[in-house]
């Protein structure tokens, strides 16, 4: 089975940039996905096919993916951007969720 | 703007069965490849499985976790997709959350319905 592999947890100063990492063979080689989920909330689609935001999702997130890492970067992070991050790719007609990771904004 | 209403959740026996429903609204639901995902408390989320439209073959894929004991499927008449759960295991605890998918990425999500397995 194919494993996306992210930190459990990232800080990140208030206003500054937080980069959130999720890794997996190849993936460079797949469209990335990125979702916010804040406590007792559903997931929000935030990032798709790499990089591409959808409609009402701010401007300071965005995304990159290259060889076997994606990346989502927040600029400017705000204390409302305090949630779980979570990564997703296809494999083989499955969806595929990394693990997580709580974004802490000190 | 669209919708999603998950309900059937509830507390269920080992080896028991549950079937869950979500009703849609605000798009055109045949058109949409819809998919099923649980979080069990305090973890992450773990994709269960989807079905295709009709017009794209309507066929479902599962997870290895649940295959053979679940089953997606769709009334396009009613905008409702469902989820039939048998053969329940304790670690089948989680919200049920139905999304869209749209470009790959789930765009969509209801609210989500806890099933609880218990005895």
């Known amino acids: 089975s194919y494993d996306l592999t992210q930190p459990p947890s990232v800080s990140v100063s208030s206003g500054q940039t937080a980069s959130i990492t999720c890794s997996g063979d190849k993936l460079g080689g797949k469209n990335a996905y990125w979702y916010q989920q804040k406590p007792g909330q559903s997931p929000v689609l935030v990032i798709y096919?790499?990089?591409k935001r959808p409609s009402g999702i701010p401007e300071r997130f965005s995304g990159s993916n290259s060889g076997n890492t994606a990346t989502l970067t927040i600029s400017g992070t705000l204390a409302m951007d305090e949630a779980d991050y979570y990564c997703?790719?296809?494999?083989?007609?499955?969806?595929?969720f990394g693990g997580g990771t709580k974004l802490t904004v000190l | 703007e669209v919708q999603l209403v998950e309900s059937g959740g509830g507390l269920v026996k080992p080896g028991g069965s549950l079937r869950l429903s979500c009703a849609a609204s605000?798009?055109?639901?045949?058109?949409?490849?819809m998919t099923w995902v649980r979080q069990a408390p305090g973890k992450g989320l773990e994709w269960v499985g989807h079905i295709k439209s009709k017009a794209d073959g309507g066929t479902t894929e599962y997870a290895t976790s649940v295959k053979g004991r679940y089953t997606i499927s769709r009334d396009d008449s009613k905008d409702t997709l469902y989820l039939q759960m048998n053969s329940l295991k304790i670690d089948d605890t989680a919200v049920y959350y139905c999304?869209?998918?749209?470009?790959?990425?789930?765009?969509?999500w209801g609210q989500g319905t806890l099933v609880t397995v218990s005895s």
């Open positions: 999304s869209t998918l749209r470009n790959g990425g789930l765009d969509s």
């Open positions: 096919q790499d990089k």
């Open positions: 605000g798009f055109s639901f045949s058109n949409a490849w």
């Open positions: 997703q790719a296809w494999d083989s007609n499955s969806v595929v």
